[in-house]
T-cell receptor, first 112, second 113 residues
Framework: DTGVSQNPRHKITKRGQNVTFRCDPI?????LYWYRQTLGQGPEFLTY????????KSRLLSDRFSAERPKGSFSTLEIQRTEQGDSAMYLC??????????FGSGTRLTVV | GESVGLHLPTLSVQEGDNSIINCAYS??????FIWYKQESGKGPQFIID?????DKRQGQRVTVLLNKTVKHLSLQIAATQPGDSAVYFC????????????FGPGTSLSVIP
């Protein structure tokens, strides 16, 4: 199956709970990105992997956020002790070259 | 600091007319620009890109123009169709942030049948 797959599509959680999202990139893409998007805004960069190495993290990624890409294939983004301000669409993208991202459909997180 | 922004947050056009979506950027180090289209409930979709050594690039029904002098980028959509209704983002990338694309806030395009 082609395309970037993200699961779950929607997640509703209570404040203080931990959540984990999964991203399956296009198989031949070695670069994987996480972005966060709030309503009416453009996506904001969170972090980037090249293969299994996490090469850059935004200052938006507080210590409650952690991302992994253990075997250079799928990636997970975990948010611990969720806050209402974490409510957003979390987008994953992959690429094989500069800027040529393919995005998934995102995981919409609602913290209540 | 770096920023990419749009002149108009919303744009309404008649079906069949041409659409022009504008974008301003402030990072003079930006050398690669991309336009994305985002439909409701979906992730952004790549439309067209342009490198700073060009001032115009054409795709199927779309043209991107780059004016480095005034740090301005535009996306032209010919013969706009209802399926073009979406939010359009310009995004920039530079050699100093090679693997990080920075998005502007977006323009919502509505096509009137």
């Amino acid at each position: 199956d082609t395309g970037v797959s993200q699961n779950p599509r929607h997640k509703i959680t209570k404040r203080g709970q931990n959540v984990t999202f999964r991203c399956d990139p296009i198989s031949e893409h070695n670069r994987l990105y996480w972005y966060r998007q709030t309503l009416g805004q453009g996506p904001e960069f969170l972090t980037y992997f090249q293969n299994e190495a996490q090469l850059e993290k935004s200052r938006l990624l507080s210590d409650r956020f952690s991302a992994e890409r253990p075997k250079g294939s799928f990636s997970t983004l975990e948010i611990q002790r969720t806050e209402q301000g974490d409510s957003a669409m979390y987008l994953c993208a992959s690429s094989i070259h500069r800027g040529g991202y393919t995005f998934g459909s995102g995981t919409r997180l609602t913290v209540v | 600091g770096e920023s990419v922004g749009l002149h108009l947050p919303t744009l309404s056009v008649q079906e069949g007319d041409n659409s022009i979506i504008n974008c301003a950027y402030s990072n003079s180090a930006s050398d690669y620009f991309i336009w994305y289209k985002q439909e409701s409930g979906k992730g952004p979709q790549f439309i067209i890109d342009i490198r700073s050594n060009m001032d115009k690039r054409q795709g199927q029904r779309v043209t991107v123009l780059l004016n480095k002098t005034v740090k301005h980028l535009s996306l032209q959509i010919a013969a706009t169709q209802p399926g073009d209704s979406a939010v359009y983002f310009c995004a920039e990338n530079s050699q100093t942030s090679y693997d990080k694309v920075i998005f502007g806030p977006g323009t919502s395009l509505s096509v009137i049948p």
